[in-house]
């Protein structure tokens, strides 16, 4: 049984940073392709970055040079450091799991998902 708990959101002012994490709870972490989404109200998920099993990262246009995905398996957690933070990035963050290789940001190809932790940036 795999369980995601995320954490690490808050608020904070445009320009600011925030670090998310996400702790995975179940075996061979390290076979598991993992995704940060976001959800903001009225919108549909969207996704922000993945990390396949072999460190291939790929992330949306809307963030590429200012968030960063990683992982450490030996801690099984998946990181989002958010940087020069956008009131367009204000919604819900959620990490995602799946065992082999899903399309990286398509959320319909993840098995797994966390709860969500809320991001607002104000202006």
């Known amino acids: 049984q795999v369980q995601l708990v995320e954490s690490g959101g808050g608020s904070v002012q445009s320009g600011g940073s925030l670090r998310l994490s996400c702790i995975f709870s179940?075996?061979?972490?390290?076979?598991?392709?993992m995704g940060w989404f976001r959800q903001a109200p009225g919108k549909i998920r969207e996704g922000v970055a993945a990390?396949?099993?072999?460190?291939?990262?790929t992330d949306a246009d809307s963030v590429k040079g200012r968030f960063t995905i990683s992982r450490d398996n030996g801690k099984k957690t998946l990181y989002l450091q958010m940087n020069t933070l956008e009131p367009e990035d204000t919604a819900i963050y959620y990490c995602?799991?799946?065992?082999?290789?899903?399309?990286?940001?398509?959320?319909?190809?993840?098995?797994?998902w966390g709860q969500g932790t809320q991001v607002t940036v104000s202006s």
């Open positions: 995602a799991a799946n065992l082999g290789r899903p399309v990286p940001l398509r959320p319909s190809t993840y098995g797994y």
């Open positions: 179940g075996n061979y972490y390290n076979l598991y392709s």
């Open positions: 990390i396949d099993r072999d460190g291939t990262t």
